[in-house]
């Protein structure tokens, strides 16, 4: 398959499309990367350097790529992180240029707006541009269990309050829905659980607690999660192929200490993960 990825980027460690696009090419599929911004690293050392990509360059970029004739082959659109809501518009105008091309390729939004204990760290105005704007016009959405809770308004206190919220958001718009972490009530304290849904139903899948914090892990799953949804129509299946391959990732991060993923040193897991979750219907 073919996937157009356009998010950030940093030269070491890996954030963004540093995390998301070596997975997918692993996996077999070409990935035709668009960088928002190119970064030295990740923001969450507290200092870093390098450029961030207006949006005429980004609409740049993927109009070079459309004049080689190609967006009719590609099979789908992936997005992250977005610094402002004018990149924003630029991911959504290279979407609008693939669907009319291809009208069967996909837009999986990852809709990076915060996270439980932090809550919202984007620029002003970026969550409201996710819920109103980026969330309707995709076809699949990953958000963490804040960013599913935010733009619903659905305070998630059980797998039925979370069938609600993903209920609620693929009202907005996504077919398929995937909460890349919960932790309710329901949830072990050693576990940590995902969620996934789609026309035919909602799955809860559960996987050891890692005592690993390290950024870039979500760009990860929401990658993998999408190229095996489009290979296989199942959120089920993607949802079981994702979640074992992040957690053998990050199992492997943990055991080293390190603090970025080590998402080259660990590529097996991508492949032929060593521990299988399965997904499981709620």
Same mark, same amino acid.
């Given at each position: 398959?073919?996937?157009?990825?356009?998010?950030?980027?940093?030269?070491?460690?890996?954030?963004?499309?540093?995390?998301?696009?070596?997975?997918?090419?692993?996996?077999?599929?070409?990935?035709?990367?668009?960088?928002?911004?190119?970064?030295?690293?990740?923001?969450?050392?507290?200092?870093? &350097?390098? $450029?961030?990509? +207006?949006? *005429?360059? #980004?609409?740049?970029?993927?109009?070079?790529? /459309?004049?080689?004739? %190609? !967006?009719?082959?590609?099979?789908?659109?992936?997005?992250?992180?977005?610094?402002?809501?004018?990149?924003?518009?630029?991911?959504?105008?290279?979407?609008?240029?693939?669907?009319?091309?291809?009208?069967?390729?996909?837009?999986?939004?990852?809709?990076?707006?915060?996270?439980?204990?932090?809550?919202?760290?984007?620029?002003?105005?970026?969550?409201?541009?996710?819920?109103?704007?980026?969330?309707?016009?995709?076809?699949?959405?990953?958000?963490?269990?804040?960013?599913?809770?935010?733009?619903?308004?659905?305070?998630?206190?059980?797998?039925?309050?979370?069938?609600?919220?993903?209920?609620?958001?693929?009202?907005?718009?996504?077919?398929?829905?995937?909460?890349?972490?919960? &932790?309710? $009530?329901?949830? +072990?304290? *050693?576990? #940590?659980?995902?969620?996934?849904?789609?026309? /035919?139903?909602?799955? %809860? !899948?559960?996987?050891?607690?890692?005592?690993?914090?390290?950024?870039?892990?979500?760009?990860?799953?929401?990658?993998?999660?999408?190229?095996?949804?489009?290979?296989?129509?199942?959120?089920?299946?993607?949802?079981?192929?994702?979640?074992?391959?992040?957690?053998?990732?990050?199992?492997?991060?943990?055991?080293?200490?390190?603090?970025?993923?080590?998402?080259?040193?660990?590529?097996?897991?991508?492949?032929?993960?060593?521990?299988?979750?399965?997904?499981?219907?709620?």
């Amino acid at each position: 398959m073919n996937i157009l990825s356009i998010q950030s980027h940093v030269a070491y460690g890996h954030v963004g499309n540093a995390s998301a696009v070596f997975p997918m090419q692993r996996l077999g599929h070409e990935v035709w990367a668009v960088n928002t911004v190119q970064f030295s690293n990740h923001t969450g050392y507290g200092a870093w &350097r390098g $450029p961030v990509f +207006p949006a *005429d360059a #980004i609409c740049d970029v993927v109009t070079g790529v /459309e004049e080689r004739g %190609v !967006l009719a082959s590609c099979d789908g659109v992936l997005s992250g992180y977005m610094g402002d809501a004018q990149t924003g518009e630029a991911i959504l105008d290279a979407v609008g240029r693939v669907k009319a091309a291809n009208p069967q390729a996909l837009y999986c939004c990852d809709p990076v707006i915060g996270d439980v204990g932090r809550g919202i760290f984007v620029r002003p105005g970026i969550p409201e541009f996710m819920r109103d704007r980026a969330v309707p016009a995709s076809d699949i959405a990953t958000p963490n269990q804040f960013e599913l809770e935010w733009m619903t308004g659905v305070e998630i206190e059980g797998f039925g309050a979370a069938k609600a919220a993903v209920a609620a958001l693929q009202a907005l718009g996504p077919r398929v829905v995937m909460v890349t972490s919960l &932790r309710t $009530p329901e949830t +072990p304290q *050693d576990s #940590i659980d995902m969620l996934a849904a789609d026309g /035919e139903g909602a799955w %809860v !899948l559960r996987t050891p607690l890692l005592p690993v914090s390290v950024n870039g892990a979500g760009d990860a799953i929401a990658a993998l999660f999408f190229v095996h949804l489009l290979e296989s129509g199942s959120a089920a299946e993607a949802l079981s192929k994702a979640a074992s391959s992040v957690y053998g990732l990050l199992k492997r991060t943990s055991e080293a200490g390190s603090r970025e993923i080590l998402t080259v040193a660990a590529q097996n897991e991508f492949v032929t993960p060593n521990r299988v979750f399965s997904a499981e219907r709620v």
